[in-house]
């Protein structure tokens, strides 16, 4: 794996217009530390008296840039830490949007620019679609293939550690969990398994249900935002 000097890094980034901040070490440090990028490779000099050398991957230089632009649209670190579950709604509202079905895209303007937790439920449907379903063979259908879509979610989750791609790692274990946890708590209740239902459903609603509704609200508030913009422009114009 190629890799690049903490110190040529940040002339790197310099070069492109990257700013960060009066301290970039403690910036990159930072985001090290959050999980944004990898964790430095620290290499101690030939004389005890010389600092370490630092390093990181070649492609942290792209992944710098990527946080400095997602930071520049309004996202604070702990959002751009959770940009996957941003990604899945978003990755949502656009398979909605690529339908052309006038009354989905109705309803979809209609729930963007609500603010109510509606587009949060729309979003969980899958879910509620597992646990109403009575029919035996419709269920087994839909168990089987959420178990598979965990499982094939975790396989990627797995690939982008190993490339070091955190966000991609964590959007893909996010759908592994989401699967998982509507598979788990449809089979706890059918069993009546009560404290796999209560683990499936805390997992679910921590880990899903949360960062879903947290991105919700960040993609409406967008919205309700560049609508105003919008008409305030029709309203200013002659």
């Known amino acids: 794996m190629k890799t690049i000097t903490l110190h040529d890094l940040i002339i790197k980034l310099k070069n492109k217009k990257i700013r960060l901040g009066p301290d970039p070490k403690a910036t990159v440090s ?42 520049s649209k309004g996202l604070d670190l702990e959002e751009i830490r959770d940009s996957y579950a941003l990604d899945y709604v978003s990755d949502y509202i656009n398979d909605i949007l ?19 937790g509606q587009l949060s439920s729309v979003l969980e449907a899958p879910l509620i679609k597992v646990i109403e379903t009575n029919s035996p063979k419709e269920l087994s259908k839909l168990l089987s293939r959420f178990a598979g879509q ?26 592994s969990l989401f ?48 609508l105003n913009n919008y008409m305030k422009t029709r309203k200013s114009s002659p």
């Open 30 to 71: 930072l985001y090290s530390a959050l999980g944004l990028l990898p964790p430095p490779n620290i290499k101690a000099g030939p004389d005890s008296n010389l600092q370490p050398e630092i390093s990181y991957p070649l492609d942290t230089i792209d992944k710098i840039i990527e946080i400095e632009q997602l930071k």
């Open 150 to 175: 965990s499982f094939y979610s975790l396989l990627e989750s797995n690939k982008s550690l190993e490339e070091y791609n955190v966000n991609e790692a964590k959007k893909s274990l996010f759908r």
């Open 179 to 226: 699967y998982l946890s509507v598979v788990c708590l449809k089979l706890a209740r059918k069993s009546k398994d009560k404290a796999l239902e209560d683990s499936a459903f805390e997992t679910y609603d921590k880990m899903v249900v949360g960062p879903i509704e947290k991105a919700t609200k960040k993609v409406q508030e967008e919205f309700r935002n560049s």
């Open 98 to 116: 690529a339908t052309k079905d006038k009354a989905k895209l109705k309803q979809l303007a209609q729930l963007l620019a609500q603010d109510s």
